[in-house]
């Protein structure tokens, strides 16, 4: 067992641990922080990811353990208050979610694809960058649209060679 702390949402919080337990399961379990879901548990969907210290990861792949002493923002933590974080709201205004299963991880993603990037996005570079992250529903046209929005970019430019 192992004591870990970490800001998680802003908010400092001390647990203790197996040394086994995945960041995802302390965040859910531990935390009942449930946006960040399980999909795979093999890195291969997306549907876990959060940012620590303001990077996008795969919270299926780090331990609990790993993350102590980190910033950890989850899903719950990405809004102001009442106000959307403008990637959620663009999500929305764009119907970049169908049955939602994926939306948290894809919304986590598609944050930190424009803290890279900036406005200075296109198409083909979102889709590039979502490529660890599955839709099941095959939503990714309204999640393009949604994240170029978002970045302001602007509507997604066909791309001529798909």
């Known amino acids: 067992?192992?004591?870990?702390?970490?800001?998680?949402?802003?908010?400092?919080?001390?647990?203790?641990?197996?040394?086994?337990?995945?960041?995802?399961?302390y965040?859910?379990?531990?935390?009942?922080l449930t946006g960040t879901h399980v999909g795979c548990d093999t890195s291969q969907c997306g549907a876990?990811?959060?940012?620590?210290?303001g990077k996008a990861v795969k919270?299926?792949?780090?331990?609990?353990?790993?993350?102590?002493?980190s910033a950890v923002t989850t899903i719950e933590g990405l809004a102001n208050g009442a106000e959307?974080?403008?990637?959620q709201a663009a999500f929305r205004e764009h119907h970049g979610l169908q049955c939602g299963f994926c939306t948290p991880g894809m919304i986590m993603t598609a944050v930190d694809i424009i803290g890279r990037h900036?406005?200075?996005l296109d198409e083909h570079t979102v889709r590039e960058e979502l490529d660890g992250n599955i839709c099941r529903c095959t939503g990714y046209h309204n999640i393009v649209k949604a994240i170029?929005?978002?970045?302001?970019?602007?509507?997604p430019q066909r791309l001529a060679a798909e």
Do not use: F
């Open 84 to 87: 959307l974080h403008p990637v």
């Open 118 to 120: 900036g406005s200075d």
């Open 27 to 32: 965040l859910r379990e531990n935390l009942g």
């Open 48 to 53: 876990c990811v959060v940012h620590v210290d």
């Open 1 to 25: 067992m192992s004591e870990v702390t970490m800001t998680v949402n802003g908010r400092e919080m001390t647990g203790t641990v197996e040394d086994r337990t995945l960041l995802v399961q």
């Open 59 to 69: 919270a299926c792949t780090m331990l609990a353990v790993q993350a102590s002493g």
């Open 148 to 155: 170029l929005a978002a970045a302001g970019a602007g509507e």
